[in-house]
């Protein structure tokens, strides 16, 4: 299964925006988004949108926020991330699968290869 390719992200300060793409070669079965991780902690779910119907979803932490979008190349999804916060600093990887379980967001699919954000106070 072909890897998605990710771009953007990078260093920003606090209060400002970023946005990071991912251009995947295979459709999922339903949305495409977004992890982070930070080292010593567990990976949080960011953002997803739906493959099928364009219906998004969001981590608690980034609701309000950030927000994914398809773009005009209907493979590749971005997520545009505004009043960003030390905290968002992280790697955010996308994943082409993500599936909902109750309320958790699930990776099922192929992982780009990270994108490192980095908010400075």
């Known amino acids: 299964q072909a890897h998605p390719v990710e771009s953007g992200g990078g260093p920003v300060q606090a209060g400002g925006s970023l946005s990071v793409s991912c251009a995947a070669s295979?459709?999922?079965?339903?949305?495409l988004g977004w992890f982070r991780e930070v080292p010593g902690k567990e990976r949080e779910f960011v953002a997803a949108?739906?493959?099928?119907?364009?219906?998004?979803s969001y981590g608690e932490s980034v609701k309000g926020r950030f927000i994914v979008s398809r773009g005009i190349a209907k493979n590749t999804f971005y997520l545009n991330m505004t009043n960003l916060k030390p905290e968002d600093t992280a790697v955010y990887y996308c994943?082409?699968?993500?599936?909902?379980?109750?309320?958790?967001?699930?990776?099922?699919?192929?992982w780009g290869q990270g994108i490192q954000v980095t908010v400075s106070s």
């Open positions: 295979e459709r999922g079965a339903y949305a």
């Open positions: 949108l739906s493959w099928s119907d364009n219906d998004a």
């Open positions: 994943n082409t699968d993500i599936w909902a379980r109750g309320a958790t967001m699930s990776p099922f699919g192929s």
